[in-house]
């Protein structure tokens, strides 16, 4: 069935351009629309690194005066995706993260840099590209969360708009007296428009002005109206819940494949475990720990921040050696949380290893030789390191939030019983609920056959992104339907 023309507007997409869990998604949705029949196409920055990727990219649009300089949209293919790009070097010509300058802060100018991308969304939206006419805009994150705000001041006829929060706690608020500067009529300076506690919220305008608003587990899009989670947008959440769903994430199954990954020393699969062996001692051996088989060796990939509960993990390092296990960590973040990771490591040399920074070979091997992966985060809005340890047998001891409960199903007695169980859960977010969960684990570990059952289960899972797209496909068609 022919489906409708999507654009899809995000600041970062994997491969091209990628610093979280957003690019993977912007990245691997397309492609599963496409089995679905809906054709996308994704506008995004054109930092260096995209231009470079883009090649020879045909320009569609021409802006003489984009927020302080002249811009131009761009057609490309990339990456196996269809892309525009938009060209503003006064806004998108910088080294190093997207967001971030050298000196670690927020690039001072984040407010009309994205402004600029969620401006050209709208102007594609209503037509700017003749050969491409979307009848959705989908914008993803804050950084794209003034397109739906764009579109809806200039009134009617508008693609319809979905407004995707891959992390409510990252909201985009800029100073009241940009408004016009930003191109947004006074008006939209209120309660039911972009206004935000007497600031502009991109994030807040998105949720407010889109037509519908997804997240990324259907346990986030419950959890975000309630004070506890919703970062002060619980009410606005809570007023729009007849339009807001949960749609898990996926992973790339060819991309994240144990039967095929090249990072692994040892390939598998759910019938051949046995050769996850030379795995867990490449991954000993790549972490400075000893070559213990019968030590359970946990695996972390993570940013080391607060909201991931590194420092609960950092709390309960000291218990989890003293169970005999091993710990091969990789992730950077808080000072604090890497120093204090470092003095475990050397605390406990030969069962702690850590790599500060990011190694794509190094995050594959923990997936594909860990005997279990720790996701300990207070919130977490659907998460991907746990569908990718599912994929590869790690089993995923994880916090019952957000998406983490939505995919890993607790190896109980019941579900035990019931052959479901998968991974393991716990809750508070504290040190002694992770110890008795670590302890949890360790017994099933040394239980052989559990185990592997457990492996078995865990790597059976649907974690690809069949499913999510087809309820994608049908939102955005319900969306088209009630629009004509």
Known sequence: MKGPLVLSVASEVFPLAKTGGLADVAGALPPALAAEGVAVRTLLPGYPAVLKAAGAAQPVHTYDSLQGGRARILAARAAGLDLFVLEAPHLYDRPGNPYVGPDGKDWPDNAPRFAALAK????????????????????????????????????????????????????????????????????????????????????????????????????????????EFGMGLDGLLRSRAGVLSGILNGIDTEYWDPAKDPHLVQRFDARTLARRQANKAALQARFGLEPLADAPLFG????????????????????????????????????????????????????????????????????????????????????????????????????????????????????????????????????????????????????????????????AADVGWRRPAGQYAALYRQLVAGAA
């Open 120 to 227: 050209a969304a709208a102007d594609i939206g209503r037509g700017a590209v003749r050969a491409f006419v979307p009848d959705i805009v989908h914008a993803h994150d804050w950084q794209a969360g003034l397109a739906p705000a764009y579109l809806h001041y200039r009134g009617e006829p508008r693609p319809r708009t979905v407004m995707t929060v891959h992390n409510l706690s990252f909201q985009g608020q800029f100073p009241a007296e940009l408004l016009a500067p930003l191109g947004l009529p006074p008006h939209a300076f209120s309660m039911e428009g972009v206004e935000y506690y007497g600031t502009i919220g991109f994030l807040k305008a998105g949720i407010a002005l889109a037509d519908r608003i997804t997240t990324v587990s259907p346990r986030y899009a419950m959890e975000i109206r309630t004070p």
């Open 300 to 459: 972390v990939v993570s940013r080391l921040t607060w909201q991931k509960g590194m420092d609960v993990l950092l709390e309960a390092v000291d218990d989890l050696v003293a169970l005999g296990g091993q710990l091969a960590l990789v992730g950077s973040g808080e000072a604090a949380l890497e120093g204090g990771l470092a003095a475990a490591a050397a605390r406990h040399p030969g069962r702690v290893g850590i790599l500060i920074g990011f190694d794509e070979g190094a995050a594959h091997l923990v997936q594909g030789g860990a005997d279990a992966f720790l996701v300990p985060s207070r919130f977490e809005p659907c998460g991907l390191t746990q569908l990718c340890a599912l994929r590869y047998g790690a089993i995923p001891v994880v916090a019952r939030v957000g998406g983490l409960a939505d995919t890993v199903i607790d190896a109980n007695e019941m579900a035990l019983v019931a052959s479901a169980g998968n991974g393991l859960q716990f809750a508070p977010v504290t040190r002694e609920a992770l110890v008795l969960t670590l302890e949890r684990a360790v017994g099933l570990w040394r239980d052989r056959d559990t185990w592997t059952r457990l492996q078995q289960h865990a790597m």
